[in-house]
């Protein structure tokens, strides 16, 4: 019996615990689909969790519940809940599965070997729109290591090896890990050149009065961006609603109305031009984080020292740097490379326009009240 067995055992015969719990132990894999079952409650659930079929998840369900000769889920509809047995033993796997993992973070953090899987998770539009375009370096320095990335608005738990590493760009509240802050992502306003020729310049001083704005849906709902167009955007239209930040960008550049974005993403895009300079209470900290147990293997070191290299090297840009610095002050107007893509009356006339588009909004509340 190795040392991992027998704290495992440990565990499972704790002296005066329910008499469940004083038997022989069982298969740890078949307690690892009770928990995950526990956790998602469905078979459904639960095989997508463990990446099996749900006929794998109910078999080794029954396979359990007749070793330990008791029911540890009530059948619902709908949904499985832990019986008193059940219940009881949930505390302990999941110590189990505590001392298993930290096992399994322990041994890889040791390897010294550049080659293996590191998955890192990251929102979406951060890995597509500025991590993988940049990876082909990786590879060739690393040819060994396979790197899975794991795009999701969700944080991933890294003590239950969800992931190795993760992008965050909200500061983590674990205590038990380990984060770093490597750069910071400036946010503004953009509209596409077909839509500012055809509405002209938006005004923040009447609501953006008369012109059109991408909203959002669901739990994109409770962004700070959403909270930003709801407090700035009072005279303008919601047009269409996102859920994602692709589909923010997508839609401005379609021109079907202003978008928030991240500069690096509005100020590289063809056919997109920012309207304001960074708004400071959307700005976003990115930060590296890892569970202290892998800070150290090879693989994920070399992993994180590249993501850095990468974030590093383009902080102006993700700050919003370059068109931000050559703000004049103006609504709408951008120095440098920018301004000249609008001629000034050009300017002049969309300004006009939004100043006509705002009367004849008051005019008709006025008529309505």
């Given at each position: 019996?190795n040392?991992?067995?027998?704290?495992?055992r440990?565990?499972?015969?704790?002296?005066?615990g329910?008499?469940?719990?004083?038997g022989?132990?069982?298969d740890?894999?078949?307690?690892?689909?009770?928990?995950?079952?526990?956790r998602?409650?469905?078979?459904?659930a639960a095989?997508r969790?463990?990446?099996?079929?749900?006929?794998?998840?109910?078999?080794?369900l029954?396979?359990l519940?007749?070793e330990?000769?008791?029911r540890?889920?009530?059948?619902?509809?709908?949904?499985?809940?832990?019986?008193?047995?059940?219940?009881?033993i949930?505390?302990?796997?999941?110590e189990?599965e505590?001392?298993?993992?930290?096992v399994?973070?322990?041994?890889?953090?040791?390897?010294?070997?550049?080659?293996?899987?590191?998955?890192?998770?990251?929102?979406?539009?951060?890995?597509?729109?500025h991590?993988?375009?940049?990876?082909g370096?990786?590879?060739?320095r690393h040819?060994g290591?396979e790197?899975?990335?794991l795009?999701?608005?969700?944080?991933?738990?890294?003590?239950?090896?969800?992931?190795?590493?993760?992008v965050r760009?909200?500061r983590?509240?674990e205590?038990s890990?380990?984060a770093?802050?490597?750069g910071?992502?400036?946010?503004?306003?953009?509209?596409?050149e077909?839509?500012?020729a055809?509405r002209?310049?938006?005004?923040?001083?009447?609501?953006?009065?008369g012109?059109?704005?991408i909203?959002y849906?669901?739990a994109?709902?409770?962004?700070?961006e959403?909270?930003?167009?709801?407090?700035v955007?009072?005279s303008?239209?919601?047009?269409?609603?996102?859920?994602?930040?692709l589909?923010?960008?997508?839609?401005?550049?379609?021109?079907v109305?202003?978008?928030l974005?991240?500069?690096f993403?509005?100020?590289?895009?063809?056919?997109?031009?920012?309207?304001?300079p960074?708004?400071a209470?959307?700005?976003?900290?990115?930060?590296?984080?890892?569970h202290p147990?892998?800070q150290?293997?090879?693989?994920?070191?070399?992993?994180m020292d590249?993501?850095?290299?990468?974030?590093?090297?383009?902080r102006p840009?993700?700050?919003g740097g370059g068109?931000?610095?050559?703000?004049?002050?103006?609504?709408?107007?951008?120095?440098?490379?920018?301004?000249r893509?609008?001629?000034?009356?050009?300017v002049?006339?969309?300004k006009?326009a939004?100043?006509?588009?705002?009367?004849?909004?008051?005019r008709?509340k006025a008529r309505?009240s």
């Open positions: 019996m040392a991992l067995e027998a704290a495992m440990k565990r499972w015969s704790l002296p005066g329910p008499a469940i719990l004083q022989a132990m069982p740890w894999n078949d307690l690892r689909y009770f928990l995950a079952i526990s998602e409650g469905t078979l459904a095989s969790a463990l990446k099996v079929d749900a006929t794998t998840v109910g078999r080794r029954t396979v519940e007749e330990l000769g008791t540890l889920f009530d059948r619902t509809p709908g949904r499985l809940v832990l019986t008193a047995a059940g219940q009881g949930r505390g302990t796997v999941e189990m505590a001392s298993v993992l930290a399994e973070r322990r041994a890889g953090g040791e390897d010294a070997r550049l080659e293996g899987v590191v998955r890192v998770t990251t929102t979406e539009a951060f890995a597509v729109n991590l993988l375009p940049r990876f370096v990786f590879r060739e040819p290591i790197v899975q990335f795009t999701d608005y969700g944080a991933l738990d890294l003590a239950r090896r969800e992931a190795d590493l993760a760009l909200t983590p509240k205590a890990l380990v770093r802050k490597v910071e992502i400036a946010i503004s306003l953009y509209a596409s077909g839509y500012l055809r002209g310049l938006p005004d923040p001083a009447v609501g953006f009065a012109h059109d704005v909203g849906v669901d994109a709902a409770k962004w700070p959403a909270r930003w167009m709801g407090e955007a009072t303008a239209r919601v047009v269409v609603r996102c859920n994602s930040l589909s923010v960008v997508a839609a401005a550049g379609a021109g109305g202003l978008g974005m991240p500069c993403q509005g100020d590289t895009a063809p056919g997109l031009r920012r309207l304001l960074p708004v209470a959307l700005k976003r900290d990115i930060w590296l984080v890892v147990d892998l150290q293997s090879a693989r994920v070191r070399a992993v590249f993501l850095s290299e990468v974030i590093q090297r383009d840009l993700l700050a068109l931000a610095s050559e703000w004049s002050g103006e609504v709408g107007s951008v120095g440098g490379a920018d301004a893509k609008t001629p000034a009356g050009a002049k006339r969309g006009a939004s100043r006509a588009r705002a009367g004849q909004a008051r008709g309505t």
